[in-house]
């Protein structure tokens, strides 16, 4: 029971860290206005900072739309799990009974029954190993993604150094790309160590059949 419930508590972890990166998320359509901003103020001068624009513009709507796919992913796991949590106390029920004394009569209801409750747990298991998998992958784009932040904060100094104003903006919204980088990798590798937790209590599941 102990690993079932730290497998559910994992799933849950996992959604919610997605859930709360989502929100961090929509500070960088802002970075975007910003620099949209500016663009127009900045005249003909202004086409370096179109690019940052949908630089920005373009990475926010890939992280947007993988988290919403890890969102996905992440209503499978919370019912997979609990479902997972459901038949493990099944399991610990019918352990019991057995220990406790099947009578004679019953014992082949009783193993088929048993035998159906396990069928049913190692299916679930496999389905929320599937989506534990998909969501390794959904982490890897993210991944891939916040790599792409650092060069825009690079374009925004060469940009700072070709037009020569407004330097103290474009500098600030450096600063909060950066700020968001560490985030965003921050997040990455902390749903990373959650879903190798969950990982790691199906291991120990399946090594209890």
């Known amino acids: 029971m102990r690993r079932t419930t730290a497998l559910y508590r994992s799933c849950m972890n996992l959604a919610t860290e997605g859930s709360l990166l989502a929100l961090e998320n929509e500070g960088m359509k802002r970075l975007g206005l910003n620099a949209q901003v500016m663009a127009v103020h900045t005249g003909q001068s202004g086409g370096s900072l179109e690019v940052i624009v949908a630089e920005i513009s373009r990475l926010s709507t890939a992280i947007r ?6 969102a996905t992913s992440a209503l499978v796991l919370n019912d997979k799990s609990v479902r997972i949590l459901h038949l493990s106390h099944l399991r610990t029920s ?3 009974g057995w220990k406790a004394g099947i009578a004679e009569a019953n014992l082949e209801r009783y193993h088929k ?21 998909q969501a390794g992958r959904l982490l890897d784009d993210l991944t891939r993604i916040a790599q792409q932040i650092p060069p825009i904060s690079s374009l925004i100094r060469i940009v700072v150094a070709e037009i020569r104003m407004k330097t103290e903006e474009l500098l600030g919204t450096v600063a909060d790309l950066t700020n968001f980088h560490q985030l965003l990798e921050g997040k990455i590798e902390r749903m990373r160590e959650v879903r190798r937790h969950a990982q790691a209590r199906i291991d120990e599941l399946r090594e209890e059949k």
């Open 65 to 70: 739309e993988t988290l919403g796919e890890l």
């Open 94 to 96: 019918y352990a019991a």
């Open 113 to 133: 029954t048993y035998g159906r409750t396990r069928e049913r747990l190692s299916s679930h298991l496999s389905e929320l190993e599937r989506q534990l998998l």
